[in-house]
């Protein structure tokens, strides 16, 4: 699977199917060998690291594709993606039909079937916004299950989807096969966030269209991610740390230039946020990650959230370096941080 995780390790599985068909989920129903075994649903492999070169169990790889338009008001379009689309095709795709609301979720890579599973998020938006159902079924027996909105609880990079593959509390693993979305045909744009418009303003626009912003979402992430099929990596690999208003204080008074945004939650009495985030990738910058190699991985250097693969490398690498980070951010910050990341 080297092509098929973008952190790009040479891992191989017992057993590989792709299902490209309704037909295809229900005949890999019915494998016994399937039912037997371990499972994992890859689509893009953007989010997945594997804990060793081997998977001692069952891939399912969805690829099913389509895109078809369902309804159409005057103010918004439900368009269904099918699982196998490429989520960076898709976004471009309601880009050029003029339709509003994923533009600055251009370029994430992976696929549609995954999107709605971490929530996926970027320049101030999350596609929980334009998700208006999912469409899943349940591999263990073979029954589909459309999750609202609201059923999917969604919160920041989390879903019920997400949950259920972390808990494994029941044999029940509900594969995405398709995502409904409604789109506004109207002018909404958000430029607050990142350097969105700082990049329009030094780029003569001044008056941007959707398209301009799109583009400028691509360029910005192009200038500080790494690219996929270049240098290995699942984009942010640790989540960015949400802490009490005291911990965030404490860290304030060390280094006032901490950057923070305030999160849900108000203490009446002080008349200030509860809990604050503050970004990882300055926690690990300022533990003198950023840049660092050892061998075959290391830190991005224009991102320090970001943990790269140079090649020729084992996962094991990464999650020694993962360690390593966790520890030296505990130890100077007092901060527990998370991994994004699918470790499997
Ligand atoms: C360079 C780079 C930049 C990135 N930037 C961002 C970003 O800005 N914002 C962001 O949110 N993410 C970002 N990511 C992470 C990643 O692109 C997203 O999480 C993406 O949605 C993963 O899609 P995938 O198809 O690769 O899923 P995979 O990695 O294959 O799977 C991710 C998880 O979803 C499950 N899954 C996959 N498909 C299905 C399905 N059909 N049904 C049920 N479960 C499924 C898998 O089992 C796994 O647990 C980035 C990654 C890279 C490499």
Request: proline share 4%.
């Amino acid at each position: 699977m080297h092509d098929l995780n973008t952190f790009g390790f040479d891992v191989k599985a017992k057993y590989f199917q792709e299902l490209k068909s309704m037909d295809d989920i229900h005949k890999l129903i019915e494998n016994p060998e399937f039912k037997q075994t371990h499972h994992l649903i890859l689509s893009g492999g953007s989010n997945i690291l594997f804990s060793s070169d081997f998977f001692d169990g069952f891939v399912v790889y969805p690829n099913l594709k389509g895109i078809e338009t369902l309804e159409e008001t005057d103010d918004t379009v439900k368009i269904r993606c099918y699982c196998g689309e490429i989520w960076k095709d898709f976004v471009d795709y309601t880009v050029s039909k003029n339709l509003y609301g994923l533009e600055n979720l251009a370029d994430i890579p992976g696929k549609v079937g995954a999107a709605p599973v971490q929530n996926i998020g970027a320049y101030g938006d999350e596609v929980k916004d334009t998700v208006y159902q999912v469409h899943t079924i349940d591999l263990a027996t073979g029954k589909t299950k459309v999750f609202n909105n609201k059923e999917c609880r969604f919160s920041y990079r989390n879903s019920i989807f997400k949950e259920l593959i972390s808990q494994r509390t029941t044999h029940a693993l509900y594969m995405i096969f398709a995502v409904d979305f409604v789109l506004k045909k109207h002018s909404e744009l958000k430029l607050d966030y990142g350097n969105i418009r700082n990049y329009l303003i030094s780029n003569n626009i001044t008056n941007p269209t959707l398209q301009d912003v799109a583009s400028t979402v691509k360029a910005i992430r192009a200038e500080k991610l790494p690219e996929v099929g270049v240098v290995g990596s699942v984009g942010s690999f640790f989540q960015n740390a949400i802490v009490s208003m005291d911990k965030y204080l404490e860290i304030k008074a060390l280094y006032p230039n901490v950057p923070s945004y305030p999160v849900d939650g108000r203490d009446a009495a002080r008349h200030i946020p509860t809990s604050v985030k503050i970004p990882t990738g300055w926690l690990i910058d300022r533990a003198g990650w950023k840049g660092y190699r050892e061998n075959h991985v290391g830190v991005w250097d224009k991102q320090a959230l970001v943990l790269v693969h140079y090649g020729d490398g084992k996962p094991q690498e990464i999650q020694d370096l993962m360690k390593k980070i966790q520890d030296s951010v505990k130890a100077k910050f007092g901060i527990e941080i998370k991994p994004e990341v699918n470790i499997v």
